[in-house]
């Protein structure tokens, strides 16, 4: 009987390591779980204040922040490849919005300006 009684207590032993194992596990996994929760945070924070950064410097002529300049530069790519990508599918810019506005429309779909032929 005291062969039993040791096999029964040593698998008691082992069963609270493997719930005590798995309650450490589960509890790791929160705990990353709630950093990598407040990182994404701090990283949505700084992207904010970058975009704060930008709104207030772009206008000005001079800024100690090249990457204000970089931006800018970007967005005018940007602009001049959609000018592009227009005259491919033979659309045009709103003269009043500036928005896209297929070839032979009478209006804008966006505002409602009607389309100059020229335009």
Same mark, same amino acid.
């Given at each position: 009987m005291d062969i039993l009684n040791d096999v029964a207590r040593q698998v008691s032993v082992a069963g609270k390591a493997v719930v005590e194992k798995a309650t450490d596990? +589960?509890?790791t996994a929160k705990i990353n779980m709630e950093i990598r929760s407040k990182e994404d945070f701090i990283q949505r924070q $700084? =992207?904010? @204040?970058? *975009?704060?950064? #930008? &709104?207030?410097?772009? /206008?000005?002529?001079?800024t100690e922040y090249e990457e204000v300049f970089l931006?800018? *530069?970007? #967005? &005018?790519?940007? /602009? &001049? $490849? +959609?000018?592009?990508? =227009?005259? @491919?599918?033979?659309?045009?810019k709103c003269s009043s919005c500036g928005k896209e506005v297929s070839a032979g429309s009478t209006f804008c779909p966006h505002c409602g300006e009607k389309i100059d032929k020229e335009d």
């Open positions: 596990m +589960k509890d $700084l =992207a904010e @204040i970058g *975009r704060l950064v #930008y &709104e207030q410097e772009k /206008d000005k002529d001079s931006i800018k *530069r970007t #967005y &005018e790519e940007i /602009d &001049e $490849l +959609k000018d592009d990508l =227009a005259i @491919i599918k033979g659309s045009t």
